[in-house]
């Protein structure tokens, strides 16, 4: 992937000097290495679960997905069951921010909801989303974090969900990226590897 931009994915100009900046490209660099070396198709299944078992890859992970946006005044982070859920609290975890979770089906979750139904994704699936309205406030800004965007179906509808009660969108961050560049731009999406990047499904090229 290119070299992390020293810009916020908003477009709005961000604080990252120089040093700050070769930083960032080392811990991404090193991040998509190892998520390179540990990835695997199984059954022609996309596994991304060896990268967590690793103790050094997680790590490497967790600060590669926080990297781009630490300095953008991030104050949660949202994270979507269940994949979600394990890097979004951590990545909010070292970004000193807070944790939301945004739930699917119908699974106990307290409280008045924002919902959402999201559009079609790659599987022509569409996911009842959940958010709990006092999770966010209008000083907030929120970043969304995930394993995988392919459509972007549930990262738009979580975002949608976040403005609605008041706070603003951050931008998304991946480990695989396969959005098409619109998509990409329009959620602010970065990533620590694009799916082209990936071995080839199954030992095919």
Known sequence: MPPASPYSPNGESGCLDCQSVRRLTIMMSHARGLVLERFRWIDGHADVWQIFRDPEALAAVVRGLAGPFRED???????????????????????????????????IFPGKKV???SDPDYRSTRQELRLQRAAVGREDRVLLVDDWIETGSQASAVRSMVEECGGRWAGCSVVVDQTVPARRADLGVRSIVTAAELPARDGQS
């Not at 269940?82 to 000193?96: C, I, M, N, P, Y």
Request: positive net charge; aromatic residues 6%.
């Open 73 to 107: 005044g991030v104050t949660a982070v949202c994270g979507i069951e269940s994949r979600g859920f394990l890097l979004g609290a951590a990545a909010a975890v070292e970004l000193g921010a807070g944790f939301i979770a945004v739930r699917k089906g119908e699974g």
């Open 115 to 117: 919902t959402r139904r």
